[in-house]
């Protein structure tokens, strides 16, 4: 059974960091491509970050870039997000999801599976 699981949620300060990590089970990890989207309340589920199968290529949303960083490490089925600079904005559910395929997207309609989300709170 195709399982994701995210851990590193907190609450953190404004201007500091958290380190997300999406661990992959049952699904062909090292042939997807990885995606980080969020769900902030009220709002709808949003692009955050994106590696290739192979992590030789990433994508950030506008509102990310230089300051979250995503890679993967396929012997370990894992998955990272490493949020520097954190704002208020950035509070959210963060989710994990894996497309099958080498090429990511930035549309959430495209992955296959999902997982449960975890909840980061940044305080200003």
């Known amino acids: 059974q195709a399982q994701l699981v995210e851990s590193g949620g907190g609450l953190v300060q404004a201007g500091g960091s958290l380190r997300l990590t999406c661990t992959a089970s049952?699904?062909?990890?090292?042939?997807?491509?990885m995606g980080w989207f969020r769900q902030a309340p009220g709002k709808e589920r949003e692009f955050v970050a994106a590696?290739?199968?192979?992590?030789?290529?990433?994508r950030y949303s506008d509102s990310v870039k230089g300051r979250f960083f995503v890679s993967r490490d396929n012997a370990k089925n894992m998955v990272y997000l490493q949020m520097n600079s954190l704002k208020p904005e950035d509070t959210a559910i963060f989710y994990c999801?894996?497309?099958?395929?080498?090429?990511?997207?930035?549309?959430?309609?495209?992955?296959?599976?999902w997982g449960q989300g975890t909840r980061v709170t940044v305080s200003s």
């Open positions: 590696i290739t199968w192979n992590g030789a290529g990433t």
């Open positions: 049952g699904l062909p990890f090292s042939l997807s491509a």
């Open positions: 999801a894996a497309k099958v395929g080498s090429q990511y997207s930035t549309d959430y309609v495209y992955y296959n599976y």
